[in-house]
């Protein structure tokens, strides 16, 4: 079965710096989707950005960006200029067949002003 | 306009109560999930529905039992509610079954069972 792992179960980051989040995967299979959803104190979940395996470019959007590595399984998050806002616990999760999600356990992101 | 809704948010019930939780999306999709978020945050997927159609059953105990009266809904009973059933309950939606497809999800729901 496929696995997620995020090692970083906290992270800080002051208001206006950048700041990564890991994410390791494993998985036999050559195609396959990457995603990373916010869950801020509200609860609900937002989608903040997905990859496809097959494409080499990195997805981006806006303050977000990931740096996917296919070949080390690696899936991490960039989050540029950090606002208070983007406080709130990250999950990344891979999608199997069947658009089954599979989520990592999840990283606290503090941005402190 | 809310795309995926859940209700109620939050439930507080005994054990062995019977109890649902209700889902709607009005986005469209053919495609509907339930999730449980249990208490240290891991989110682990319960079912999927596609059209009406059991498509994922992730060996839940079968006093949970989903119904999709409809593409546009999917509710979720609980039978014998027990103590390890709190939890936080997460429905999502997404257009189809392929990979492409985003999942969208909805507030959430808190169980809490005493």
């Known amino acids: 079965a496929q696995t997620v792992t995020q090692s970083q179960p906290e992270m800080s980051v002051q208001e206006a710096e950048t700041v990564t989040l890991s994410c390791t995967y494993d998985t036999s299979e050559n195609n396959y989707y990457l995603f990373w959803y916010k869950q801020p104190p509200s609860r609900q979940m937002i989608l903040v950005i997905r990859q496809e395996a097959y494409k080499q470019q990195n997805a981006t959007e806006n303050r977000f960006s990931v740096n996917f590595q296919k070949a080390a399984k690696s899936f991490s998050l960039k989050i540029s200029d950090s606002q208070l806002g983007d406080t709130a616990m990250y999950f990344c999760?891979?999608?199997?067949?069947?658009?089954?999600?599979?989520f990592g356990a999840g990283t606290i992101l503090r941005v402190k002003s | 306009d809310t795309a995926v809704s859940q209700t109620p948010k939050y439930l507080v019930t005994q054990m062995g109560n019977d109890k649902s939780i209700k889902c709607e999306q009005n986005?469209?999709?053919?495609?509907m999930y339930w999730y449980k978020q249990d208490s240290k945050k891991f989110l682990k997927i319960m079912f999927s529905y596609n059209n009406k159609e059991l498509i994922i059953n992730e060996t839940v105990p079968n006093r949970f039992s989903p119904k999709s009266p409809d593409k546009a809904h999917l509710n979720l009973h609980i039978n014998s509610l027990e103590l390890g059933d709190s939890a936080v309950y997460f429905c999502a939606s997404s257009q189809d079954m392929i990979g492409t497809d985003t999942q969208y999800f909805g507030p959430g729901t808190r169980l809490t069972v005493l």
């Open positions: 999760a891979f999608m199997e067949y069947g658009n089954k999600l599979v």
């Open positions: 986005l469209g999709h053919d495609t």
